[in-house]
């Protein structure tokens, strides 16, 4: 069937997914997930895609779909998880009109529907979200006017009205046919989903999003309460404390890595032991030179490695005492100031970030995709600056009234959560390739006991001098990179 073939009825019952899936994107814009700037609404001149369209075999009823659907450009929009780990869509790209004849990445063969691994989207079938990392997907199937919300791993419902609902029985040999699996009527699922952000029982973002929509840490329905969701909701006071919430966030996390780093070394020195154990037992089975000399080598390096873990394991146990006394890494009144120094660096960022995709874009102009590309990305990092800003002068704010007479260097004896200073980065280059150097120089003096005859072990040995030179000079030339910076632009971080 032709797109013109279609009846005015079915126009019509198109037009309502249509509309359904606007109030969604239109719900995520007023929840400040999307842009609406990035919401682009049909219907859209498709006439270059329709080739595209005829060699996947769409039928007219998701052609016209596909010409009255909203989009989302996810450059302007800001985000592009969409519903339970999926993604949106936007078939005006072949890419996504390809995938949407696979949407379960099932790699279907041929052209018959009952075959085991044949196709089973059908020609009137279409996804309206794509697939994030193995989570669901959004089906609508035109001719029964039906969605179905799918789950690629567990190859069932996720549909929050069907929690109960069990799959029916197969019909088809097909091992990717879902139609077993539960649905509903297509408008009734759209207007649930979109009551479900308005209701908060499902949150936008996703592991993809920024990290104000994907921190386990924060409370994102509560942050939307206090800020008068859905009835009195005030976004631009949302989206300054979300960046406040989420920079405290980083925060806890920064000040908790002295304890990460205890963990890190002890989890270290139990592999440590069991390879010294292995190696061990290598050498006492050994029954060729090379084995033996192979398993010596490896011994000697596990050995080195324990021994150089353990001072590393004080050295972080004693800074962890000093910086987290007691497992406490906060003080609670030291908190206002956590937050404030975070944000000084996120807003940096954001502002830094606006001038990059100017210069960026300006480097591209003789490629227009890859010019709008970065114009796009820098009017969302115009906005994205502008809220760390207004974030950024409350949080100090409040630290400035809440921790009179202190900084955060004074209060918790670190200097900054940032980025290093140019002198720091040499200096720790310089650490750097004093230990490297003193590796190379150990490395070598052993080798030279190893007999002629044990060529294997020789191999391995200067594959491994090979690398640590590889190292060195790799450091060297960051030590060079910092150094040209500071004679250029002087001590900067």
Known sequence: ?????????????????????????????????????????????????????????????????????????????????????????????????????????????????????????????????????????????????????????????????????????????????????????????????????????????????????????????????????????????????????????SAKYSAEEPLRQVE?????????????????????????????????????????SKTRNEKDLAKAEETAKRLCPGGVCQKVDDLPLWEAEILRHENRWKQESVGNNEDWAEKVRDDPDRENHFRKEQQRAQKEAAVYQQAYEASKADADRLCPGRTFESATGIKSLGRQDTLTSIQNQDEVIARLQIELEQIREWAEQIPKDATKTKEQVGYEVDELERSIDRAQQSKKMHEDWLAEHGNTD
């Open 264 to 304: 890190k070394f002890r989890s270290w020195a139990k592999y440590a032991d069991r390879n010294i154990e292995q190696n061990l037992r290598a050498f006492a089975e050994a029954n060729t030179k090379d084995e033996e000399w192979t398993a010596k080598f490896n011994l000697w390096k596990s050995e080195r």
């Open 1 to 249: 069937m032709e797109p013109s073939e279609l009846s005015a009825s079915q126009k019509a019952r198109l037009q309502r997914v249509a509309d359904l899936m606007l109030d969604i994107y239109k719900t995520l814009a007023e929840m400040r997930y999307l842009d609406e700037d990035g919401i682009q609404i049909g219907p859209h001149d498709i006439e270059q895609l329709l080739p595209a369209y005829k060699e996947h075999g769409l039928d007219g009823s998701i052609v016209y779909l596909y010409s009255i659907l909203p989009y989302v450009d996810t450059d302007l929009a800001g985000n592009y998880d969409f519903l339970q780990g999926g993604s949106f869509a936007d078939f005006r790209n072949p890419e996504d009109v390809e995938q949407g004849r696979d949407p379960f990445y099932g790699s279907p063969e041929g052209d018959d529907f009952d075959d085991e691994n044949g196709p089973y989207i059908r020609p009137w079938v279409t996804p309206l979200s794509l697939l994030g990392n193995h989570q669901s997907v959004i089906i609508y199937d035109a001719k029964q006017h039906r969605v179905w919300i799918i789950d690629q791993e567990g190859w069932e419902s996720t549909d929050l009205a069907l929690s109960d609902a069990r799959s029916g029985i197969p019909l088809s040999r097909n091992r990717n046919a879902f139609e077993h699996i539960p649905s509903r009527p297509a408008e009734d699922v759209l207007r649930d989903i979109n009551a479900w952000y308005h209701t908060l029982q499902v949150l936008p973002g996703g592991e993809h999003s920024g990290g104000e929509w994907n921190d386990w840490d924060m409370d994102l329905k509560g942050l939307y309460r206090r800020n008068g969701w859905p009835d009195d909701f005030d976004g631009d006071a949302f989206q300054i404390g979300q960046a406040r919430e989420y920079c405290a966030s």
